[in-house]
């Protein structure tokens, strides 16, 4: 099991910022991987803006064939 971070659009469930493309993406893969929540904040600070957030995602299990088995933080649920 790994922990590390992603950034989200608070309002999109399922939207990770890609660095690859510089844009969102529905779907999830090494390209949207964050090292610490610090770094996350510093990257939505100076490029990105108030409407994303740094989300903790767990990753359990990456198969051969590309298969990703993780779960992200839930911070629908803890905003105000």
């Known amino acids: 099991m790994i922990k590390m971070y992603v950034?989200?659009?608070?309002?999109?469930?399922?939207?990770?910022?890609?660095?690859?493309?510089?844009?969102?993406?529905?779907?999830?893969?090494e390209k949207c991987l964050i090292p610490t929540k610090e770094l996350a904040e510093s990257l939505i600070e100076d490029f990105l803006g108030s409407d994303f957030v740094p989300a903790e995602i767990t990753i359990y299990q990456y198969t051969k064939n590309?298969?990703?088995?993780?779960?992200?933080?839930d911070i629908w649920n803890e905003q105000d």
Do not use: A, L, P, R
């Not at 950034?7 to 893969?29: G, Q, T």
């Not at 590309?66 to 933080?73: D, I, L, M, N, Q």
């Open 66 to 73: 590309g298969t990703w088995e993780f779960s992200v933080e």
């Open 7 to 29: 950034i989200i659009d608070k309002y999109n469930e399922d939207f990770y910022w890609d660095f690859e493309k510089e844009d969102f993406s529905m779907h999830f893969s």
